[in-house]
């Protein structure tokens, strides 16, 4: 038995040299080097080239390199019997829990209109801060990530909600389910953050019609993935007022085209898909154990609902 390895952008390698180092005794590649393609039984991928799959006729198990699975699910050579395993947190979840409280504050301090004012050299004394407990932050998403935001958030008194699939009961933070749960949480949300895996029923979520139901101008920030937001739906909404900023970290095309009307748009934040960069030491961690685990026949943390999509 043998494992495959494929990193998109990797450029240092440090992830796979370090799980090499800690599996000695396995034979670990890097595609496309693979004596045997026949012997693989687990790949470690990010990202995977549309031919990555062939020839793989052992292929039981493929690790995620990232939280989010689309890469795979979406990815037309995956084959249907194979289980896939994501990265939990991983160090993930601090560095995104900072990115939504930046967010959060560029809402709460109308950086957007203050930097226009800035570029205009307007003095626009009115621009005061809002007040951190009448900031409602509504949270898509309430699984690793959502929730380390979600607890940064309170202990920097902002009002905090959250949504997700399931039902469940949490300290500080009201919880929604369900369609109507959703309607009931924009209703009152000034800052959407969208922390959800993108699957058949969360793609296209923040739409024209979802924007609809915030509060004007409230403030999205997006750092799920980009097919979860209409793209032309949001800059409607900021030109109409509806919104008063956006901080985006992901986007229907990565890297964001040259041309696309985010980069100079006066109240959009772009950051190139950076709020929260896999960790080497937390993943290459968490992908040994599943290694390890696998082998011996003990399903390990991240096991992904394939029918579910994450
Ligand atoms: P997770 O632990 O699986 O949490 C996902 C949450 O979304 C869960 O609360 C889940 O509900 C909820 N959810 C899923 N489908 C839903 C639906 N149809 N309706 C309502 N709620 C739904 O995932 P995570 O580790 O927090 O990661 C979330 C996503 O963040 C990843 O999939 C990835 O796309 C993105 N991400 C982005 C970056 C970046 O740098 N921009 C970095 C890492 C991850 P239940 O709790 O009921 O299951
Ligand atoms: C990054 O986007 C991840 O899903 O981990």
Redesign the pocket.
């Known amino acids: 038995m043998s494992i495959l390895y494929y990193c998109a952008g990797d450029t240092d390698d440090a992830i796979y040299n370090e799980i090499k180092r800690k599996l000695p005794t396995h034979t670990i590649t890097k595609w496309p080097d693979c004596p045997d393609k026949s012997r693989v039984t687990m790949a470690i991928v990010w990202q995977p080239p549309t031919d990555f799959f062939d020839s793989l006729s052992s292929l039981k198990h493929v690790l995620s390199i990232?939280?989010?699975v689309?890469h795979l699910l979406n990815h037309p050579g995956l084959p249907e019997h194979v289980d896939v395993i994501r990265l939990?947190d991983a160090g993930?979840s601090g560095p995104?829990a900072d990115y939504v409280l930046y967010g959060v504050l560029h809402a709460q301090r109308q950086m957007c209109a203050l930097n226009t004012a800035q570029r205009q050299q307007q003095w626009q004394h009115e621009l005061k801060p809002h007040s951190a407990s009448k900031m409602h932050v509504g949270i898509l998403?309430?699984?690793?990530?959502?929730l380390m935001a979600a607890k940064k958030l309170l202990v920097n008194h902002y009002t905090v909600s959250c949504?997700?699939?399931?039902k469940k009961e949490l300290r500080n933070i009201t919880h929604f389910v369900g369609k109507d749960g959703l309607d009931e949480m924009l209703s009152t949300t000034n800052v959407l953050v969208c922390?959800?895996?993108?699957?058949k029923?969360?793609s296209g979520i923040i739409n024209a019609a979802l924007l609809a139901k915030l509060p004007s101008q409230a403030f999205v920030i997006n750092?799920?993935?980009g097919d979860h937001l209409d793209e032309q739906a949001l800059l409607d909404a900021l030109d109409s007022g509806q919104l008063s900023g956006a901080l985006l970290?992901?986007f229907n095309t990565e890297p964001l085209p040259a041309s696309h009307a985010f980069w100079t748009h006066p109240q959009v934040v772009v950051t190139p898909?950076?709020?929260?960069?896999t960790q080497a030491e937390g993943a290459v961690t968490q992908l040994v154990d599943s290694v390890i685990s696998l082998e011996k026949g003990v399903n390990p943390r991240g096991w992904v609902d394939r029918t579910q999509g994450?």
Do not use: F, I, K
Request: proline fraction near 6%; glycine fraction near 14%.
């Open positions: 990232a939280a989010g689309d939990t993930m995104m998403g309430a699984g690793e990530l959502g949504w997700s699939r399931s922390l959800l895996p993108l699957t029923d969360t750092a799920g993935r970290d992901v898909h950076v709020a929260a960069p994450y």
